[in-house]
Structures are given as C-alpha cells and as structure tokens.
C-alpha cells in the first residue's frame, strides 16, 4: 500500500508538529544522569585546538540537494545548485557513471516514478514528467493556487503516476486526483479534507484520516463504499497510517499517552499490538522507513539524543547494526527497497556541515561514499575543526531527568572557558545533535554552548512535553534551564564569572526570566522577538484567531491541549506576574534585544516598551529593530548583524576575541536600525 501524510506549513510556533512528535512507550525507566561528561572533557581538551574560522564560513550550504535512490535501486539521481542554475544529474548506483538530465531554474522537487524510468518534477506551479532514457520531458498538470492544487506523493500502484490534491475554501470541498503521465486525471477522493490517507494495491483509496468538528482524528476504511471507522486518535496526537490490508492496519500512534510507537490494530478484535518502540525508553519514534515497492515497514527511527535505526525484517537488522557500527555518532537516514541491492544513506552531524552520501551494499555488507567530489565543490568545513554536541542528561530539583546537548571548544580546558545558554524557541521543539552554524561559531570563539532540552521539548514524549503544564513563568520549564546550568559548572564546564544566556522567541523571554531573576549567574542576554509578557501573547494570539496546522485548530484549543487554559485566570496571573515586563528593575546585566518590526507573534510595540523603561530605569540595553522584518527575519543582513552583535557582547562581558570592524553594508545597517546601545558601550 502506499501510505501518504500530507505536510502543510504552520505558523512558526509549529505546537501542532511538536504535538504530533511527542509520543511512545512509557513502562521502561529513563536513562540516568550523564555518567561521562569527565571521560568526554578530557577528550576534548587533549583534541588540536581550531583555526579561526570567518562568520560566512559557517554558513556554507551544500550544492546537493533531492538526492534520491530509484524504487529498484538502480539509480539515483540528484540535483546540484550552481548559482541560480539546477542541474537535475542521474548515477548508475552499479557503474558509478553520471549524466546530466536537465538545467533550470526556480523551485524543483524531484520524485521517482514507480516504474524506475522516469522522474516526476514539481516546480509548485505545475508538474512534469522526464524519462530518464532519451525522450524530452512534458508538462502534464498546471496548479491552480487560487485552489490549493498541489503535487501530494508519486503513486507507486502505478508505473508512472502521481497524486495532486486541491482544496477549494469557499466550498470546503476536498479533491484527491491520480495524474498519469498523459495529463489523464482520475479523481479518487471528493468529500471532507484528508490529512493522511493509504491506497491499496488496485491504487483505490483503502483508509483515509480526517477530523471532526472536535478536532479528533478519525481512521476509516472503505466497506461497501462507504467509509466507516475504524479507530480515532486523539486531537493533536500522533495518528501516521504506515500500512494496512483487510485484517490489520500499522501505525505510528501516542502510546500510553507518553511516547509515539509502532503499532498494530486488529481489525476485526480492535485490539492494538506493539511492534516497536524505543529500546531506550527515551525516544519518541520519529518514523518507519517502508520500501516504495512494497510499503514493506523495514526500520524504525528515533532521533533523542541521536539518530538511531532499528531493522524491523532480518535483512533490515542486519543493515541496522551495519549502520551503527559505521557511524555510531551522526545521524543517518535510509532510502531503503527490497527489491534493490543496495540502499542509499545520507549522512549528517553536529561536526558536518553538508551531509555526505552513501551506498551500502546489502551482499557484501560495505559502504561507498558517492557524490563526493559534487559535494566538495560546496567546500565543506573540515571535520576536525568542528565540535562534537555532547548528549547530557542531569537531574532536576524535583528528581526528573533532563536532556540538552553541550559543545566545547576543542583543545581547551572545559573549567576555564566562558559558556554562553542558548534556549531554543516554542517552548515546544527541541534542540538535536546535528550541525549548528551558529554553535559551531561560538565554539570556534571559544566559547562553551549549553542548549537545554528542558521539559516542554518534543521528542522525548507527552509526559516529559506536557509536564511543566502552565508553569511557564519563572516555573518548571526556567528552572530547568538554571539548574542545568548549575550542574555543568559543578561538572567542570564552564567559568563561572563568564556566562551568558540567549534565545530567539520563547528562548529570548527564557533569556529575560533569567536576567530577571538570576542576575548574579549570567553577564549578560541576548532576545531575539521576545515576548517580554508571555501571557499576553498567547492572549492575543488567541483572540486574532490564529490557527495551528493543516485542520486548522484554534490556537486556544491547541494551548488547552498543551495544558495552558487562557480561562484559568488564576494560572494565567501567575504567567503575568513574573513576566520580565512586570519587573524591569531586576534587571541588573547588559541585555540585548532584537526585534522586527512587522511581527505578527510578538507586539513591536510590547517590546519597546520595555526597552523605554529599563532605559528610564538606566539599565544597560541595547535594542535593534528592523521595521520590515517579522518574527523570522529573512535578510541577510540581520543575520550578520545578530552574528556580530553577539560576538560583541561575548567580547566585551565575557572577554572573548576582538570582533572585526563590520563591512560598510552592515555599519549602515546597523547605524540606521540600532534604537539603542547601552549594552554595548
């Protein structure tokens, strides 16, 4: 069967996707406290120290991108950037010889057809069909976005075929259509909106999930032509269709209320079976890997604290421990067919910038690299000069567990270097342990970075998402954060006079509590959009009506979910009085701010404010506004302002390296958005 969840974006506060990354199996205890960090620091302090590396550098993006094995495995094709040229190439996976099939421009997505002999291109206005054998390719759909027709999945029931789906919102009606390579359409759905659906093997549509008027997800079956239930999962939940015939349906569902796993549903007895879930009982389950063939599950995938794979068929486990002994560190993902000799895997980490490739050959059990001399042309940042993320698990005041990631800088002694918090936005997402630009430039300035995964971060399930419930004042989820600071430094990491906290959206109003309240523990913070009254920004959030997510949830009813209930007032007051905004004078340490002018999550007019009364207060701020930028600014030219105002504040409060002059641009820029500058004086 082919399974198919449907993506759309969200707003940035992406609640709904961390609603739906946090699930699984919740009988087996946590890890206990990082037992290592000694073993792991003197390893790192007896490591070559990096050269200076320049801020651009870090920067550097990958001249690959849609690289893609065919279903039988004998090619695979990839797209190579070149300035504002795509060059769509296709390598024999035997010989190892390439081609180029095609140079364009614009927006292209590159999929496989089914029979292995063509590739399907959607450039978002349209889609297009080229034989990877001699023939020109065709345009075979226009999409229409006035109706919301869009490239959904290839149909893999069918040799060269595809799926569109569009949504008309001024009669809410839904449309399901099978492209042939012909331009025929075949509508296969008309009704209520689907959010995931499988098809059989006659390529009819077998189960489809949609939702209620209560936001409950519904799976139904077709019986008789008509679609009845089957199960339901809870709003916001996980509920991923993998596979499913006429006696059982597998999906990837909340377990036990707590982490997501791999399950079976019973059909006829409406019993669920556990097929997989973390062995570490760490992990939500970030997905199964299914071969487009035959939708055959073939591995399980957990990404806390790093990326694992779990064979789920005997040659799949015999690939997994492969796997893991070749790379124990990075982050491997599979392209992976039964029905191909070998399987494509792409490489990632937090010491590689641009992912690397390989083919694992399932016969003799051995790895190539491919596509390595295309992906040095993207001229890479050496390994060695990087630093690993350490994954850390210390315990609370309340004797939880909790997970974050620290890097170090390599060749120095972990006592003695400055160490700067950074808090990750949400509060529901989380940091992992692949490469970060920006804690890779704070490394190389040699500084220590802390990311915590406080609780309220996905990926390690509801129970450990959902405990802070409404306590997000100076409550669960800050201390969290405080006290993982305070067992590193009892751990040997970092001086203590040289610390410092920073944190876009929820992590810039983490970064105003701590100043707030801390103001002996850090030397100084940096917020970028940061609501300096979080309770009334969800309050206004809600009353503009935002929606989360694709079935478009009330913000207030996705809150409710995340246990904040804007009519609780009495939790509401108790979020409103620690507000930083409630307490400027607590505020002792140079504090900088970022804001844009134009964003929609956080009051442009809410974070002046207080910026006017911690400078009638005469506190050391500073304040940079872009008054075209939103709550994710775009230009480039903010980037290089956040990069080098950061690296003046690390030099003036926590002794770090002299920051070059800026480039003409960007002292305009800053000259002219620059509304404030104590805190760098």
């Known amino acids: 069967m082919l399974s198919r969840q449907i ?42 120290a990096a050269p200076h590396i320049g801020d651009d550098d870090f920067s550097r993006r990958s001249r690959l991108r849609d690289v893609k094995l065919s279903p039988d495995g004998a090619f695979v094709s990839f797209v190579e950037i070149d300035g504002q040229s795509l060059h769509l190439n296709l390598m024999d996976a035997r010989t190892r010889t390439k081609k180029r099939l095609l140079t364009t421009t614009g927006r292209q997505e590159v999929h496989w057809a089914g029979d292995s002999k063509a590739l399907f291109i959607d450039s978002g206005d349209g889609l297009s069909v080229l034989p990877i054998e001699g023939a020109a390719g065709s345009k075979v759909a226009a999409f229409d976005r006035k109706l919301g027709q869009q490239f959904v999945a290839v149909d893999l029931a069918r040799p060269r075929a595809a799926l569109a789906e569009e949504f008309d919102r001024a009669t809410k009606v839904y449309r399901l259509s099978r492209v042939g390579a012909d331009g025929e359409r075949e509508l296969l759905y008309e009704g209520r909106k689907l959010d995931e659906f499988l098809l059989d093997e006659a390529g009819q549509l077998a189960f489809i999930r949609t939702l209620d008027e209560k936001y409950d997800q519904i799976v139904s079956r077709k019986v008789g032509g008509k679609w009845i239930e089957v199960t339901r999962c809870k709003r916001l939940r996980a509920c991923n269709l993998v596979s ?27 019993v669920r079976r556990v097929l997989h879930t973390d062995p570490a009982a760490t992990s939500d389950l970030r997905t199964v890997v299914t071969s487009p063939t035959s939708q055959q599950p073939l591995f399980a995938l957990y990404d806390m604290p790093q990326r694992r794979l779990y064979g789920l068929t005997h040659s799949a486990k015999t690939a997994s421990a492969d796997i893991t002994r070749r790379f124990p560190d990075n982050t491997i993902s599979i392209g992976a067919s039964e029905a191909a000799g070998q399987w494509l895997l792409s490489e990632r980490g937090a010491r590689l910038q641009q992912e690397r490739f390989w083919l694992y050959d399932r016969k003799a059990r051995t790895f190539s690299e491919i596509l390595a001399d295309e992906r040095q042309l993207g001229n890479p940042l050496p390994e060695q000069h990087l630093a690993a993320k350490i994954p850390l698990r210390y315990r609370a005041s309340d004797g939880a567990v909790v997970h974050g990631y620290l890097s170090l800088p390599p060749g120095k002694p972990a006592a003695s270097v400055p160490m700067l918090t950074m808090v990750h936005g949400g509060p529901w997402t989380s940091f992992d342990n692949n490469y970060t630009a920006l804690v890779q430039l704070l490394v190389n300035r040699g500084v220590a970075v802390f990311q915590p995964n406080f609780r309220a971060s996905t990926g390690y399930g509801d129970k450990y998402m959902l405990a802070p419930k409404a306590d997000f004042g100076n409550g669960r989820a800050q201390a969290d954060i405080i006290e993982g600071v305070r067992w590193l430094l009892a751990n040997g990491v970092g001086d203590s006079k040289r610390l410092a906290i920073m944190g876009d959206s929820f992590g810039g109003y983490a970064t105003l509590l701590a100043l707030t309240n801390e103001p002996d523990l850090f030397q100084f913070g940096m917020a970028t959009v940061p609501p300096p009254d979080f309770a009334r920004t969800l309050k206004l959030a809600s009353d503009a009506g935002d929606v989360m997510g694709a079935g478009g949830v009330p913000f207030s009813v996705t809150l409710a979910e995340m246990g904040i209930h804007l009519g609780d007032t009495a939790a509401m007051k108790r979020i409103a009085d620690a507000a930083p905004a409630a307490h400027p004078g607590k505020v002792t340490k140079p504090l900088l701010l970022i804001a844009g002018g134009k964003d929609d999550k956080v009051e442009i007019a809410a974070v002046t404010d207080y910026v ?29 302002a956040y990069t080098h105002l950061l690296q003046q504040m690390l030099h003036k409060h926590l002794g770090g390296p002299a920051v070059s002059a800026p480039s003409p641009e960007l002292a305009n820029y800053l000259d002219q958005a620059m509304k404030a500058s104590a805190a760098l004086k």
């Open 7 to 48: 993506e759309r974006a969200g707003p940035v506060r992406a609640i709904v996707l961390a609603l739906l990354a946090a699930a699984s199996f919740a009988h087996a205890a946590p890890l206990p406290e990082t037992r290592s960090l000694k073993e792991a620091i003197a390893r790192n302090a007896a490591l070559p």
């Open 244 to 270: 499913g015939d006429q006696q059982h349906l597998k999906m990837v569902v909340n377990h036990a209320d707590d982490r997501k796993a791999f399950v079976q549903l019973d059909l006829a007895k409406q």
């Open 612 to 640: 006017a009364r911690l400078q009638g207060l005469g506190k050391p701020v500073s304040l940079l506004v872009d008054p075209d930028e939103g709550h994710n600014p775009r230009k480039p030219i903010v980037r290089q």
